[in-house]
């Protein structure tokens, strides 16, 4: 009998043959259906045990003529073929894991034990098995396994030995050579079914002979702890070469798959094969598809698509920034999906350049963490105002800023950030307002050295707001390598410029406060700038600015109830 049974992210299945020697062909095929705690790897209950008995179709009677008369010249050559198929159903088992972020902990193994009471053999193993319908299909008919034109081509000779043998190896003969040894064979099988996101399968004969299939799973993995880990099968000519390869580049670690060639050279080392040629020339082709084919699912499924880079983004930003190919990065990038100024639908690199308005030479876009925070932004209120009919891409994503930064340009189309002025805005042939000499004085000499302080040319409702040579990198470098900076450390890098809007009343109001409480007007100073800061997106931690909060809280509720009194 051949039974499997299955834990919740993998397959067990034992061969119980009798050891009886029979030409009956005739399988039974009993149904095992487990609940849900059966899934898990502390039990396993069967709640409908039914069988039905199936003949044989004649082609597969046909075989088992030829298994019993010509294929074999020793009968214990089963044992090879059952073990075999052992093997590969482990493999399947390796390749489900891979799709799924729920892991067994049940061992790869194979085990085999004998039973002289009862005549039987127990071939036992945790890899994957089949379903009911699966079953029915497959053991019964030979249809889907290729070798009906083998067993026609035998004609009515199975003596022919030439002949015979070439049917090893071209399909799954391993099941039916129990029937050398075996009266019965009864299977039992549990199957889990795998549940990718997208499927690609993906066969060529140039420039490399590739027959492929990859997975994209429906959870994500974690982003950070699969960093190093191989995803990808890797078999020539029917032997694994590496069972974690690493043909793909890292960015695609959230890739599960297959891939066999035949051109890879069988003398492949297993410890370092992405080294040679042909793997990576086989890794260059089978990225170009992958990446290809998720540019078809973009267009084909733009909903299902959405919810992809929903998950996955982060994956596809890490691919544009350390992809070295300027081409290559570009068909990444496309793959990217902004929220825009537009409307509430997402959209990516091309549907942004497909609908530019007439004139436009540039790509825009504002960094913020939400899209509210976006819209209300100072800086897109002043380039709403200059360019009011263009579109501008809201970059949510914490690596955003970096993305954008690196790619720097798409279809020949400048990137450009909305809060860079001297590169976007063309700034208004007016020059500064030096009216406001004596206040901009006094807010230069209560701050921070670093900082300088000019009147604004643009138009915005804010007090303030913060420019410093590329705003994108700043921000980049204030959340990695200057992280554990102190605050003037920082400071000395960013350079911030405090572009002041001097027909907001706080500046009527701190002039006029100063010369009857000198501190509060000193902590309004410290508010605007803190504030422009925050805008910016140049204060990581908001728990910063707090104290000059409470400070000036206190300080207006003294000033105001001496006042009253």
Request: charge should be neutral; proline fraction near 3%; glycine fraction near 4%.
């Amino acid at each position: 009998m051949f039974c499997r049974r299955f834990s919740a992210r993998s397959f067990q299945r034992a061969i119980f043959i009798n050891s009886a020697v029979s030409k009956s062909f005739t399988v039974s095929l009993s149904r095992c259906l487990f609940n849900s705690a059966a899934l898990s790897n502390k039990s396993e209950t069967v709640v409908d045990n039914q069988s039905s008995k199936y003949h044989f179709v004649a082609e597969t009677r046909r075989l088992l003529d030829i298994l019993s008369t010509s294929l074999y010249s020793e009968k214990d050559v089963f044992i090879r073929e059952l073990l075999a198929n052992c093997s590969d159903a482990l493999e399947r088992r390796r390749l489900d894991n891979l799709t799924s972020a729920e892991q067994s902990e049940k061992p790869f193994e194979i085990q085999v034990t004998t039973d002289d009471v009862n005549g039987t053999i127990t071939i036992y193993d945790t890899g994957v098995g089949m379903s009911y319908d699966d079953l029915k299909q497959n053991l019964g008919t030979i249809a889907r396994s290729g070798s009906r034109d083998v067993v026609q081509k035998l004609g009515g000779d199975v003596s022919d030995t030439s002949k015979a043998n070439s049917i090893i190896g071209q399909f799954g003969v391993g099941f039916y050579s129990a029937f050398l040894v075996a009266s019965k064979v009864q299977v039992f099988s549990r199957v889990h079914n795998r549940k990718p996101r997208f499927t690609l399968v993906y066969k060529a004969e140039a420039p490399l002979d590739i027959k492929s299939v990859f997975y994209v799973p429906s959870e994500k993995p974690a982003w950070f702890t699969t960093r190093e880990l191989g995803q990808i099968s890797l078999y020539c000519r029917r032997i694994l070469i590496q069972s974690e390869s690493k043909i793909l580049p890292p960015w695609m670690r959230f890739i599960r798959g297959v891939v066999s060639s035949d051109d890879l050279p069988l003398s492949l080392s297993r410890e370092n094969p992405q080294k040679t040629d042909v793997v990576a020339k086989l890794g260059n082709v089978v990225v170009a598809k992958i990446i290809s084919y998720l540019q078809k699912r973009a267009e084909k499924q733009p909903n299902e698509f959405e919810t992809f880079v929903k998950d996955y983004g982060m994956f596809i930003s890490e691919g544009v920034v350390t992809t070295e190919d300027a081409a290559q990065r570009e068909k990444i990038a496309s793959l990217l999906r902004f929220d825009t100024s537009r409307d509430s639908n997402k959209v990516g690199l091309d549907g942004y350049a497909d609908r530019m308005v007439a004139g436009q030479r540039s790509i825009y876009y504002l960094a913020a963490p939400s899209y509210e925070l976006a819209e209300s932004s100072p800086y897109f209120e002043a380039f709403k105002q200059k360019h009011p009919e263009t579109e501008v891409l809201f970059a949510h994503n914490q690596y955003d800023d970096l993305v954008m930064h690196q790619l720097s340009s798409y279809r020949g189309y400048k990137i450009l950030n909305i809060e860079n002025e001297a590169d976007t805005l063309n700034k208004d042939s007016k020059t500064e307002d030096t009216s406001f000499s004596e206040i901009q004085k006094f807010l230069k000499d209560n701050l921070p050295a670093e900082v300088d302080v000019h009147s604004s040319t643009r138009n915005f409702s804010a007090p303030a707001v913060i420019t410093s040579g590329d705003m994108s990198l700043a921000r980049h470098l204030l959340r990695t390598s200057l992280r554990e900076q102190s605050f003037s450390e920082k400071l000395k890098f960013v350079r911030p410029v405090l572009e002041c809007n001097y027909s907001h009343p706080v500046f009527d109001a701190i002039n006029k406060v100063r010369s009857h409480n000198e501190d509060l007007a000193k902590l309004l100073v410290k508010e605007i700038f803190d504030s422009a800061m925050m805008s910016a997106g140049l204060v990581e931690d908001p728990r910063l600015v707090v104290s000059n909060i409470n400070s000036l809280l206190e300080t207006v509720s003294k000033f105001i109830n001496e006042k009253i009194e």
